[in-house]
T-cell receptor
Framework: GAGVSQSPSNKVTEKGKDVELRCDPI?????LYWYRQRLGQGLEFLIY????????KSGLPSDRFSAERTGESVSTLTIQRTQQEDSAVYLC???????????FGPGTRLTVL | SQQGEEDPQALSIQEGENATMNCSYK?????LQWYRQNSGRGLVHLIL?????REKHSGRLRVTLDTSKKSSSLLITASRAADTASYFC??????????????FGRGTQLTVWP
C-alpha cells in the first residue's frame, strides 16, 4: 500500500476484555513503532521493532500489553484485560530503521467503557 | 527525560498572522523533526533539520535550530485556517540512543481563526 494502515479505526470495548490492534507498515520499511496518545497529550512510546532484532519493549506500560511482528510486515498490539485508563489513540509508524522521518498510520481510537 | 517540550501549549491567531512555536530538548541530537497532527489522528512529517544546520525552509515553514541552547522554533508565515492542528517536535536522542527511536513533546495546539 501507499502508506501505513491501521485497523480498526475505532474500537469500543468493555473493561476486562482483550483487544488486538493491527498495523500494516509501508512495504520495505524494516522498522515499526507503536505509540499511545491520551487525549490532549503527546505521544508515548510503547515498542519498536527493527528487522529481526529483539524489539525494544521499554515503553510498554504493563504486562497486559504485548506486541508481535511477523518478519518485516504486519504487527499486532494486544492489550489484555483492558482498563479505562487504556482509552487512547494508538498510533503505528514505520521507516527504514534510521532516525529520520517516521510515517504514521491514522491510528486506532480505543475506548474502554 | 529526552523528550522535547513545546511552547506554548496553545496558540490562537488570526488568518494571515505568523505563528511561532518553540521546542526545547535535553540531550544531544543528530536531528530534530517537526510533525503536524489533525484531530488526534496520524502525524504528518513537516520538516527535518540536522544538528549541523541552523535554519531550514519549506514553503511557508521556517525552522531554526540552536544546539547550544538545545532549542528549535517553527514559524508558519501567513497562516491559514487549514493550518489549525497540533504541532510536535521530535528528537532522535543523539549518540547512544536506540537507533530509530524518536522522542516527542506534548505539542502545541494551533488555532487559526478565519
Amino acid at each position: 500500500g501507499a502508506g501505513v494502515s491501521q485497523s480498526p479505526s475505532n474500537k469500543v470495548t468493555e473493561k476486562g476484555k482483550d483487544v488486538e490492534l493491527r498495523c500494516d507498515p509501508i512495504s520495505g520499511h524494516t522498522a515499526l513503532y507503536w505509540y499511545r496518545q491520551r487525549l490532549g497529550q503527546g505521544l508515548e512510546f510503547l515498542i519498536y521493532f527493527q528487522g529481526n532484532s529483539a524489539p525494544d519493549k521499554s515503553g510498554l506500560p504493563s504486562d497486559r500489553f504485548s506486541a508481535e511482528r511477523t518478519g518485516e510486515s504486519v504487527s499486532t498490539l494486544t492489550i489484555q484485560r483492558t482498563q479505562q485508563e487504556d482509552s487512547a489513540v494508538y498510533l503505528c509508524a514505520s521507516n527504514v530503521g534510521t532516525k529520520d522521518t517516521q510515517y504514521f498510520g491514522p491510528g486506532t481510537r480505543l475506548t474502554v467503557l | 527525560s529526552q523528550q522535547g517540550e513545546e511552547d506554548p501549549q496553545a496558540l490562537s491567531i488570526q488568518e494571515g498572522e505568523n505563528a511561532t512555536m518553540n521546542c526545547s530538548y535535553k540531550t544531544s541530537i543528530n536531528n530534530l523533526q517537526w510533525y503536524r497532527q489533525n484531530s488526534g489522528r496520524g502525524l504528518v512529517h513537516l520538516i527535518l533539520i540536522r544538528s549541523n544546520e541552523r535554519e531550514k525552509h519549506s514553503g511557508r515553514l521556517r525552522v531554526t535550530l540552536d544546539t547550544s541552547k538545545k532549542s528549535s522554533s517553527l514559524l508558519i508565515t501567513a497562516s491559514r485556517a487549514a493550518d489549525t492542528a497540533s504541532y510536535f517536535c521530535a528528537t532522535d536522542g543523539g549518540r547512544g540512543s536506540t537507533l530509530g527511536r524518536l522522542y516527542f513533546g506534548r505539542g502545541t495546539q494551533l488555532t487559526v481563526w478565519p
